[in-house]
């Protein structure tokens, strides 16, 4: 120990206000340190919004009200009137599908949660904040991954208990979650982009009136090859078609339209998401780097 | 003095934005336009203006929020374009909005907080409970912030920016919107955080608040430090105090003016909607009581006569020229 004044001990002996921690010792310089305090960051803004779900979860329940009740009103309302390719049960052509849009739409829900914290200043404070950057972002990737694990959970759960089940396999089943969790975590870099770039939590609503098209036009609901034949290609290049197509080959309820794109469907589940997140990954940090602007 | 005393310089700050509307048009909002700013350390320092002036584009461009276009700036001795991030560790700020977790309670958003501060869990904790003691949030520690009032909603996001003790705080217009008992609040924690050594910057656009609170003021027009100086020393550019009496009937206005005028120092000035004549006196008392003898000799009816000192009011009218247009809506 030395007996030289540093700035910071020299602070403390004059600091009116000696309960206060000091910076200088929670700040140790070197990478390795600094990978960790980024981790620490991500994982104290991720507690965050599990702290949300804990105090209010209600939210959880409104979240999955909207599949929960669609795989009832589909399955049993129009199930017997819906058409499946080559006869197919449609309740079990609509579960993949549920899935699928339940990942598609929870890029909402991140766009809601970035708008609210950037109307309301917490995103500011965290920027004055000597934090890592990346945590913002990133901490908000690994609660809406958490929550996508608990909505797939229970959603599957429903499923069983109306008589569904994967026939494809264990393995195979593990890899249409992965495929949908793929699907959502590229839709995380949308969200972020979006709430950024929205004034406010009303406009961010308003946002519902393209989405609810976007995954309509889709394989989640009807078949491409049933539609009339100039949209179907358009539902069967929907990146969330590939998803659904993915994962009914996956759960062993393969449902094909015999194009390209659908007989690759396991490839472009995969290629999709990458493309979405290559995208929207850098506009989303080009877009928090703006906020300085 | 030696630079090392101020916790807060700026020199020479530009800023603009590039205007929404004419995007790619290239035409700009110029909100800082060499914005010359010197705060002592240990201090209440005023930023002083009307909506639209600058405060907020200041503040965020100082504790780095906003990247400026030109101009220097030191915050706790460390140059802000330079190392951002040691500034980060040295400041805390309070935004015009309360940035707090709404859905978290009050200890939730303190113990978060304090572990994005790196404090560690325990730490945290234990900074969290202080810090809801000396802001008397105890009682509703436990409480969703939705359910908190204005006032203590301020007070939590004082305490948040609290959490490391800053050297430099910032705090943009920490009472608009309050009610004027949660005012004073904010105003007591202002004081109590001075009290323990912190550097405060306060913008408002309350005249009367950079009065209470401040002990010295930079008044900003237009993106530019127009004034600086003492309350006191504001308010004497305008003048001492001031002689002001209202009378009964508008005939006897002039007759009024003309009684204050013998006393004056400066020429009177009517106002005849309100029936007001005031001018400035050097011997206030005396010159009090020989008005008032005078109207009463005179036969004069007046509704009102005191002293009123100068406020900073008419401080900005005389450096601006123009009205502060929030003030004059309120
Ligand atoms: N993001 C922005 N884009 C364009 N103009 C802005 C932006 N923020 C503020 N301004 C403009 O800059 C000027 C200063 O604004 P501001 O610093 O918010 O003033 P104050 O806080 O004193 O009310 C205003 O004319 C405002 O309209
Ligand atoms: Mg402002």
Redesign the interface.
């Given at each position: 120990m030395s007996t030289v004044k540093t700035e910071e001990t020299e602070?403390r002996e004059?600091?009116?206000?000696p309960?206060?921690?000091?910076?200088g010792d929670?700040?140790p310089a070197g990478p390795e340190r600094r990978l960790y305090?980024a981790l620490?960051?991500c994982w104290?803004?991720t507690?965050?919004t599990l702290?949300?779900y804990q105090?209010?979860p209600v939210t959880i329940v409104w979240q999955l009200g909207f599949p929960i009740v669609s795989v009832l009103l589909y399955g049993f309302v129009f199930g017997e009137a819906m058409a499946v390719p080559g006869d197919g049960d449609y309740r079990e052509f609509l579960m993949p599908g549920m899935f699928a849009s339940t990942m598609a739409f929870g890029f909402m829900g991140t766009t809601m949660a970035v708008v609210t914290d950037s109307t309301?200043?917490?995103i500011?404070?965290?920027?004055?904040?000597?934090?890592a950057p990346s945590a913002v972002a990133a901490g908000r990737g690994v609660s809406d991954l958490l929550v996508a694990c608990a909505e797939l959970t229970i959603l599957g759960v429903t499923a069983l208990l109306i008589g569904w089940e994967a026939e494809g396999g264990a393995p195979a089943a593990a890899g249409a979650f992965g495929l949908l969790l793929l699907l959502r975590f590229s839709l995380i870099w949308v969200g972020v982009w979006l709430g950024l770039l929205v004034p406010n939590a009303e406009a961010a609503g308003g946002l519902y009136a393209v989405a609810f098209p976007l995954t309509m036009i889709s394989s989640i609901f009807v078949a491409p090859s049933l539609m009339p034949s100039w949209l179907g290609p358009v539902a069967a290049w929907n990146p969330v078609s590939s998803t659904v197509t993915a994962t009914r080959e996956l759960f062993g309820q393969p449902v094909s339209g015999g194009t390209w794109i659908e007989e690759n469907a396991v490839l472009m589940a995969v290629v999709w998401p990458l493309v979405i997140t290559a995208v929207f990954l850098p506009l989303a940090v080009r877009r928090f780097q703006a906020?300085?602007? | 003095m030696s630079a090392t005393d101020y916790a807060v310089r700026a020199e020479g700050l530009r800023k603009r934005y590039a205007e929404k509307k004419t995007a790619g048009g290239g035409a700009y909002k110029l909100a800082l336009d060499g914005f010359d700013l010197a705060v002592r350390a240990g201090t209440v320092h005023g930023l002083l203006g009307p909506n639209g002036a600058g405060k907020t584009t200041a503040v965020r461009a100082l504790a780095t929020l906003l990247r400026f276009d030109g101009g220097r700036a030191e915050v706790a001795g460390v140059d802000v374009a330079r190392d951002p991030r040691l500034v980060r560790r040295r400041i805390g700020l309070a935004g015009q909005y309360a940035a707090v977790d709404e859905v978290m309670t009050g200890r939730q958003n303190l113990e978060m907080f304090g572990r994005l501060f790196h404090l560690g869990g325990r730490r945290a904790k234990a900074r969290a409970g202080e810090l809801l003691e000396r802001f008397d949030l105890v009682d509703a520690a436990d409480k969703s912030v939705g359910a908190y009032s204005g006032g203590m909603r301020r007070r939590l996001d004082l305490a948040a920016s609290m959490i490391l003790a800053p050297r430099v705080l910032f705090l943009d217009e920490p009472t608009t919107g309050l009610d004027p008992r949660g005012r004073g609040e904010v105003w007591d924690a202002v004081r109590a955080l001075v009290a323990g050594g912190t550097t405060v910057l306060l913008t408002t656009q309350y005249l009367e608040e950079a009065d209470k609170l401040a002990s010295r003021i930079t008044v900003i027009d237009r993106g530019r430090a127009i004034a600086d100086d003492t309350p006191d020393g504001l308010k004497n550019r305008v003048g001492g105090d001031r002689v002001e009496v209202v009378v009964a009937r508008a005939a006897d206005l002039a007759a009024a003016a003309r009684v204050i005028a013998r006393v004056s120092v400066t020429e009177p000035e009517t106002d005849e909607v309100a029936l007001r004549a005031h001018a400035q006196v050097d011997d206030r008392v005396a010159a009090l009581t020989e008005v008032a003898r005078t109207l009463q000799d005179e036969g004069i009816a007046v509704e009102d006569i005191g002293l009123r000192r100068p406020s900073l009011d008419d401080v900005f009218l005389r450096l601006t020229g123009h009205r502060a247009e929030l003030e004059a809506a309120a």
């Open positions: 602070k004059t600091d009116p206000n309960a206060a921690p000091h910076p929670l700040y305090w620490a960051d104290n803004v507690r965050r702290t949300h105090r209010q309301k200043g917490v500011d404070r965290f920027r004055s904040m000597p934090m906020l300085s602007r | -």
